[in-house]
């Protein structure tokens, strides 16, 4: 069984950084296109980014490029996100995923395999 963790949320003040990673146990994610997905109250989910098996292959939303970075070590079965120049919009539960699909892949419903998310605060 696949399982994923996330942490690294909290509070930080707009301006600030934080780094999200999320840990996969129960099989190598080097076979697994992996994504951060977020969801702020009384809105859908959306991709935020997501990165191929091999890294080579990006996704950024385009209210992530230039800010946020996502990369991968598959020795150590992680996933991060480097999230810079943090804005109060950007508050939401971000949650990681990873799909069997050949990535990069930004639809939610392609993904097998969900974290529990992790609480990312952004005050102005």
């Known amino acids: 069984q696949v399982q994923l963790v996330e942490s690294g949320g909290g509070l930080v003040q707009a301006g600030g950084s934080l780094r999200l990673s999320c840990a996969v146990s129960?099989?190598?994610?080097?076979?697994?296109?992996m994504g951060w997905f977020r969801q702020a109250p009384g809105k859908e989910r959306e991709c935020v980014t997501s990165i191929g098996w091999s890294g080579g292959t990006t996704y950024y939303a385009d209210s992530a490029k230039g800010r946020f970075t996502i990369s991968r070590d598959n020795a150590k079965n992680t996933v991060y996100l480097q999230m810079n120049s943090l804005k109060p919009e950007d508050t939401a539960v971000y949650y990681c995923?990873?799909?069997?699909?050949?990535?990069?892949?930004?639809?939610?419903?392609?993904?097998?395999?969900w974290g529990q998310g992790t609480q990312v605060t952004v005050s102005s």
């Open positions: 129960g099989r190598t994610i080097s076979v697994y296109t």
């Open positions: 995923a990873a799909t069997r699909s050949i990535g990069p892949i930004r639809v939610a419903g392609l993904y097998d395999y």
